[in-house]
């Protein structure tokens, strides 16, 4: 549009050498050209520098408004995070506890069993050392009186002569009914 105003200047000058219109010369109209261009940048610049704020002024508060809406979702987000860590810890911490109380459950058990187990081999062993007990007890008694019919025995040919065996033998056989 600029150059289409320039054109037109120019060649009204060159057509009408009237007072409105461009001169070649610089030296004469600069101060002329200077305030035409300062005003048609003034005029049509605004407008492209009013646009042009304004858009960036739009851009800036969608920025600033984005920008909230994600520090909210942000907010949002830690804040339920916090909630997760902060029952995640309370899970744990009952979770410890269940274990802690597991494993004391699990030492009184095996402290029972072991108490229970000792109790078993003491009196498997008492059962044990008693019958080790009464078979030595026995096997002596067998000693015993195996060695008082030997002494008994030699006694009795020392000093039983024919005439006791004889009067043994009568006495046996009448005790029997004969």
Partial sequence: MIDSFFILATEAHEAAKSWFGLDSNLLET????????????VFY????????????????ADAI?????????????LEKEQQ?????????ERMYQRAKDRAAA??????????QDMERLKETAAADLSREQ?????????QIVQIALNKAESQLKEQVN?????????????????
Avoid: P, Y
Avoid at 66 to 72: F, G, S, T, V
Avoid at 84 to 92: D, I, N
Avoid at 107 to 113: C, Y
Avoid at 162 to 178: K, N, T
């Fill in 134 to 142: 009464e078979r030595v007890i026995a096997q002596l008694n067998k």
């Fill in 65 to 77: 408004q984005e920008a909230e809406e994600r520090q909210r979702k942000a907010a949002t987000a």
């Fill in 30 to 41: 600069n101060l002329l050209n200077l305030a035409i261009l300062i005003g048609v940048l």
């Fill in 106 to 115: 699990l030492a009184d058990e095996i402290t029972e069993k072991s108490r």
């Fill in 45 to 60: 610049g605004s407008k492209v520098l009013k646009t042009v704020l304004n858009e960036r002024q739009l851009q800036i």
């Fill in 162 to 178: 024919e005439d006791i065996q004889q009067l043994l033998i009568d006495r046996s056989i009448a005790q029997l009914g004969g």
């Fill in 84 to 92: 997760k860590l902060t029952q995640a810890q309370a899970e744990a």
